[in-house]
């Protein structure tokens, strides 16, 4: 095998490697039941809601929040959007399937669980990702490298890797995994961790799943205790409303947001750099924008009296923004950005902590992130004021 097919198969084992580690260990669960359920009969919220979880812990609900139910007959129901929530003091609907949609009563719930991305493990797997990447794909090059001084050379005693199979039949041993049992019904194993709107609709369920079977009438029982479900068009006592409002639900889509930023390099002497974006966050998690920054160093950084150079540069930024709590008070960032102006390629890399103070306002702090800036060779800035800097930066932001 020569180099170059060496480096065709190495980069999809790599890909492949990147694909997995990026798609695990993402998410959070958790469970909530009694009094914590309280807080879901009232529509119209302005906020996301924490709710305590059954372990202690505290779980967030909010329009991005995938959430099912555990029924009364320990069934779950399918997972569904918060913001496909309609609630009324008596029931939960799918705000899809109104009007005349049924309801799963609040006295068939028992419990409700909450799915959430995991700001923490994400922001450590695509951190990992991306070491790890790098460092295999050194390895890879030297690989390469060796190989092709080896053809070169004539030596031949590297081992043949076509006889490692790893090509596009290396999936022909997997067995198949059913979901379903024989009649077509979801199987009790998979039924509690793999039940989803897809397979309640494909078998002519509601999203909540099959009818709750009522239990026999007995005189000890208040027949207020069995309410049954509503059945499809007949409208409910109150109407459903969503749980939370059309601004909330927005701000889970899409948010501005504003900032100002400033700061300096602590490996050297009389510099700055500040700055000011604008950027969208899309479902509270990637933002997209750019703005505008100021860099000042000295012309000369040998000379004490030398003069002070002031760049001016625009930029576009991509970030990940992940929470680390259930209140949203604290998050990781991790992102890059890159633009030009009196630089002819200028490039950061922005990795750090927010803290969110009230509402939408956080503080930022970014240390040592790794900058580039090219200028032209034909002058003496990439002697004296390099090309590489470590700013640390401080920033205020709110978002929208």
């Known amino acids: 095998m020569n180099a170059h097919a060496l480096w065709s198969r190495s980069q999809r084992i790599l890909v492949a490697a990147a694909c997995c580690l990026a798609g695990t260990g993402c998410f959070t669960k958790g469970i909530v039941r009694g009094d914590g359920l309280d807080a879901l009969r009232q529509p119209g919220r302005r906020g996301e809601l924490v709710l305590q979880t059954k372990e202690g812990g505290r779980a967030r609900l909010g329009p991005n929040t995938k959430v099912r139910f555990l029924r009364s007959d320990d069934e779950w129901s399918a997972w569904i959007e918060g913001r496909d929530l309609c609630v009324t003091p008596e029931a939960a609907f799918q705000c899809s399937s109104l009007p005349g949609g049924p309801g799963l009563p609040w006295k068939g ?133 969503p749980l939370f409002t059309s601004m909330t639900s927005r701000r889970g889509h899409v948010r501005l947001v504003g900032a100002l930023e400033g700061g300096t390099d602590l490996t050297a002497t009389s510099n700055g750099v500040g700055g000011a974006s604008l950027a969208l966050r899309l479902g509270d998690v990637v933002e997209l924008g750019g703005g505008a920054r100021l860099a000042v160093a000295p012309e000369r950084p040998s000379e004490a009296s030398a003069a002070l150079r002031q760049s001016w540069l625009g930029f576009g930024r991509l ?82």
């Open 109 to 241: 719930v028992s419990g409700i669980e909450t799915k959430n991305l995991d700001g923490a493990a994400t922001y450590f797997t695509v951190l990992g990702v991306v070491v790890g990447t790098a460092v295999a794909v050194a390895v890879t090059v030297a690989m390469v490298a060796a190989v092709a001084g080896l053809a070169k050379g004539g030596g031949g005693g590297f081992p043949k890797i076509d006889s490692l199979n790893l090509g596009s039949g290396g999936g022909r041993g997997a067995k198949a995994v059913s979901r379903t049992g024989p009649t077509g019904v979801i199987s009790p194993s998979f039924a509690p961790a793999e039940y989803d709107l897809h397979y309640a609709i494909a078998r002519g369920w509601r999203w909540y799943g099959p009818p709750i079977e009522e239990p026999a009438y007995a005189p000890e029982l208040a027949e207020a205790e069995l309410a049954p479900v509503p059945l499809p068009g007949a409208a409910p006592a109150v109407q459903p409303e």
């Open 319 to 400: 970030l990940a923004h992940f929470d680390l709590d259930s209140d949203r008070r604290v998050a990781f960032v991790l992102g890059a950005e890159c633009g030009a102006g009196h630089p002819k390629i200028y490039g950061r890399a922005i990795y750090g902590l927010r803290v969110r103070l009230v509402d939408g306002l956080a503080v930022g702090l970014y240390p040592y992130n790794a900058s580039v800036a090219v200028y032209d060779l034909a002058s003496r800035q990439r002697r004296d004021l390099g090309w590489f800097s470590f700013p640390s930066t401080a920033e205020l932001s709110y978002a929208f």
